[in-house]
């Protein structure tokens, strides 16, 4: 069984209908053909990674009565746009999707024994740091609420293990200063290095957390908690490393998506009260690496899978080496 927690790069269709562009055209023009809540044009993080485990990518949790029969693959509790904390969307955050597993746990949908045999991927703080900064959080206050984040992030990873979880994956902060919302103040040609120097440290703070949480768990020596190295595995993809490229593609200007805005108050997907298009879109999503101003196409996140650093951390995740 495979559990997913986190936000939008894992979330594959439990965001409200109402409440969401990951509901509308374009999203979901690849796969499977018209929106389903992911938060790109096909496949998200979550369907490549189940793939990997050889499961079969687990339903969102709001359709886990009307396909009751598939709560045995597990469940994806992950929504787009939530946070460690709450962020500036009304949807669970991490804690409460913990919460949500734990009922049922309790209600014997599922039992200790299921969790001791499935594994749990973590996909989690992008917005949390894009909330910080919505608010006008300070430069003064954020080592603050850094470590308070990683505190809490701490407390839950520890939760899904107690709860009988015996492998659970995070992934580390992609470069958050490359992101296309991030890079089109420069023409989507640079990244913001300012950004880039917060994900860094957020990083080496995770990779702390989660050596400090195998200590405590006693599973150094078969650790229970593993990062899955998105960091690396983006980078790989921008900088076009020819020690990769092999016969996999390459993109043309990595930071422009597919799917944009016309002005700066509009995004993909965003229509107008006459139903007027108020987004471009590209002609072949496979073409670009970003699908919108935060995530990647499904080409994207296939050849973001595909790099050694996601495959060696994806290894070590299933203890295959």
């Not at 597990?74 to 597993?101: C, K, R, S």
């Not at 690396?232 to 990769?244: D, G, S």
């Not at 965003?270 to 002609?283: H, I, Q, W």
Request: aromatic residues 14%; charged residues 20%.
């Amino acid at each position: 069984m495979l559990f997913v927690f986190g936000d939008s790069y894992a979330d594959t269709g439990n965001t409200k209908i109402a409440e969401t562009r990951s509901w509308k055209f374009p999203y979901g023009i690849t796969f499977p053909g018209k929106p389903s809540g992911r938060f790109s044009d096909g496949f998200v993080s979550t369907d490549y990674i189940a793939g990997y485990l050889g499961m079969k990518t687990p339903i969102p949790y709001r359709w886990r009565e009307q396909l009751s029969e598939r709560v045995k693959d597990g469940l994806n509790i992950a929504y787009g746009g939530t946070g460690v904390f709450d962020t500036m969307v009304a949807e669970p955050n991490m804690t409460t999707q913990i919460d949500f597993l734990q009922q049922l746990l309790h209600d014997s949908v599922y039992t200790k024994r299921n969790l001791k045999t499935s594994v749990a991927f973590v996909s989690v703080a992008g917005n949390d740091y894009a909330t910080y900064n919505a608010k006008n959080g300070s430069a003064q206050d954020f080592p603050a609420f850094m470590e308070s984040l990683m505190n809490q992030l701490m407390v839950n990873l520890k939760r899904i293990h107690d709860m009988g979880v015996r492998k659970i994956g995070i992934t580390s902060l992609l470069p958050l200063g490359c992101l296309p919302r991030n890079t089109a103040p420069f023409s989507f040609q640079y990244c913001d290095d300012t950004y880039n120097a917060l994900v860094d440290l957020h990083n080496q703070l995770l990779s702390q957390i989660v050596n400090t949480l195998n200590q405590q768990t006693n599973t150094s020596d078969n650790p229970s908690f593993f990062i899955l190295d998105l960091y690396n595995a983006f980078w790989t993809v921008f900088i076009r490393n020819e020690t990769y490229q092999g016969n996999d593609p390459t993109f043309e200007k990595p930071f422009e998506p597919c799917c944009f805005g016309v002005s700066g108050g509009f995004k993909c997907g965003n229509v107008d009260e006459n139903g007027e298009n108020k987004y471009t879109l590209c002609s072949d999503p496979r073409s670009k690496f970003f699908w919108d101003g935060v995530h990647p196409t499904e080409q994207g996140w296939y050849v973001v899978y595909k790099t050694p650093a996601f495959q060696n951390s994806l290894k070590q995740f299933y203890g295959l080496t």
